[in-house]
């Protein structure tokens, strides 16, 4: 087996049997109300959420991020996930549609989840190995209600993924991709319920997240620069990317944080 084989192989498996696209690669596809199939995608499909998606939506939405998650999402346990991930919970309708979709579209276009944006593209990052950097695989989805797929319209990965606005967005939460992939889960170690909770709260819970940073004795215990303790306490974007950072030290134990002298006790554990 080549080594792009069992990166292949190692996907998740709705990935799994669909055309893999390499870097130069093209497909054609359009979505637009002209087509016939407009929306048909939008129903009973599992959408996962990147830390981004829930507070972006939320936001939209006028809503807490706690709010959000309640009312909006669902959250799958499997004994395969090392970590929790966050679905869009569809309608309790017969056809299962999301919720913010009608039949002019999708009402939250701008703030649209990641999956949406890559749409017919998917993504999979292989497990971490040691000394390697994931690198992502992109497969195509040419699924049989989709006539967007017999469009004109040209793309490779790259220029489907710069239309849709989505490398900044990935610019963003390289943190949190760092932490999904990282090598501290070679071997199929898992985190103990604490630190899943942790993950949780700091990834998808803003809100809560900023009670835990301003409202404990957080502050106390960690040194941080001024600037940021201020940009962070209006800022949601600010404050995510402290939260990937924060994770880095309190679930692997990584110098991403100093502790006050004041603060630190033998054996501690972060």
Not at 45 to 62: G, K, S
Not at 85 to 113: H, I, Q, T, W
Not at 213 to 230: C, K, Y
Request: charged share 30%; net charge negative.
């Amino acid at each position: 087996m080549t080594d792009s084989e069992q990166k292949y192989s190692e996907l998740p498996e709705p990935l799994k049997g669909r055309r893999q696209l390499s870097k130069n690669d093209t497909f054609c596809f359009d979505c637009q109300p002209g087509i016939s199939c407009f929306t048909q995608c939008c129903a009973d499909i599992n959408i996962l959420l990147t830390p981004l998606d829930v507070l972006r939506l939320a936001r939209r939405l006028d809503m807490s991020t706690r709010e959000f998650l309640d009312t909006h999402t669902m959250m799958p346990i499997t004994k395969d996930l090392h970590l929790p991930v966050v679905m869009l919970k569809m309608s309790d309708a017969e056809d299962k549609r999301c919720s913010f979709v009608d039949k002019n579209g999708c009402g939250v276009y701008e703030d649209r989840p990641w999956s949406c944006r890559m749409y017919p593209l998917g993504m999979g990052l292989p497990p971490a190995r040691a000394g390697e950097d994931p690198v992502p695989v992109y497969v195509l989805f040419e699924d049989d209600f989709c006539k967007g797929t017999k469009e004109k319209n040209e793309w490779t990965v790259d220029s489907w993924k710069q239309n849709q606005a989505v490398p900044e967005r990935e610019a963003f939460e390289v943190g949190f991709q760092e932490i999904v992939s990282h090598p501290w889960f070679i071997g199929g170690r898992q985190l103990d319920p604490r630190r899943i909770e942790m993950f949780h709260m700091a990834c998808y819970d803003l809100d809560t997240f900023r009670r835990f940073v301003f409202s404990s004795t957080f502050l106390n215990r960690f040194e941080l620069e001024e600037d940021l303790i201020e940009e962070m306490r209006t800022s949601d974007e600010a404050l995510l990317q402290f939260a990937f950072r924060w994770l880095r030290f309190a679930l692997f134990a990584e110098p991403t944080m100093k502790v006050r002298e004041t603060a630190q006790k033998p054996g501690r554990n972060p």
